[in-house]
């Protein structure tokens, strides 16, 4: 069973700083690219940020210059570095891996539960 497992979110003030946490867990054979989604109410879900395995990044314009993304291979985590935060990054935040499964031998995504963050006074 593949899981996913975002941490980090959390209630922060206008200009601050988080940083989310995503890791996968259970019978892996490979992590191809992971990323960033969030979703704020009355929204559809939309791309924050992604990463290859290799490490190239790619960002929504919205959050350029502001959010850093980045992984750490061994330990199967995401990170997604967030500064100078504004009302309108309040939103659920979602993992999502491109991963192939050493049960099924099957390459598909997974999804975290979320994580909210709230960027209010």
């Known amino acids: 069973q593949v899981r996913l497992v975002e941490s980090g979110g959390g209630l922060v003030q206008p200009g601050g700083s988080l940083r989310l946490s995503c890791a996968a867990s259970?019978?892996?054979?490979?992590?191809?690219?992971m990323g960033w989604y969030r979703q704020a109410p009355g929204k559809q879900r939309e791309l924050v940020a992604t990463?290859?395995?290799?490490?190239?990044?790619n960002y929504a314009d919205s959050v350029k210059g502001r959010f850093t993304i980045s992984r750490d291979n061994a330990k199967r985590t995401v990170y997604l570095q967030m500064a100078s935060l504004n009302s309108e990054d309040t939103a659920v935040y979602y993992c999502?891996?491109?991963?192939?499964?050493?049960?099924?031998?099957?390459?598909?995504?997974?999804w975290g539960q979320g994580t909210q963050v709230t960027v209010s006074d």
């Open positions: 999502k891996a491109d991963i192939k499964s050493g049960v099924t031998w099957v390459r598909g995504d997974y």
């Open positions: 259970g019978n892996i054979v490979a992590i191809y690219a």
């Open positions: 990463i290859t395995s290799g490490g190239t990044s």
